[in-house]
């Protein structure tokens, strides 16, 4: 079953990466992320780490309404945090949100 959660960031200057944790692994459950949706900005960066590896890093203009989901396979095991966020390379101050789809079993 697919599940979605979504984080509304507070202002992003230009030039500054802003992460917050988004999902974790946890003992008994498999949780693999699938999809993620942005805003869609001009110089805004989609970035998602897994623990300290980075999966995503995508212009965020790339995404569009005709394909507004970004497909992903991220798995996480026990114990593994991601983290997403946003770099504003020269947007102006923005307030994005990210919507994370995950399937657990």
Known sequence: MLKWKTHKFS???NNVESLSDILAGSAGKNRVIKWIACDIDSDIYIRVYRD???????????????????????PLGDGQLVKAGFYNEAAGSVTPSISIGYEET
């Open 11 to 13: 202002t992003i200057a």
């Open 52 to 74: 300290s590896e980075q999966f995503v890093d995508f212009e965020c203009d790339l995404i569009t309404a005709g394909a507004p989901l970004l497909p992903v396979e991220i």
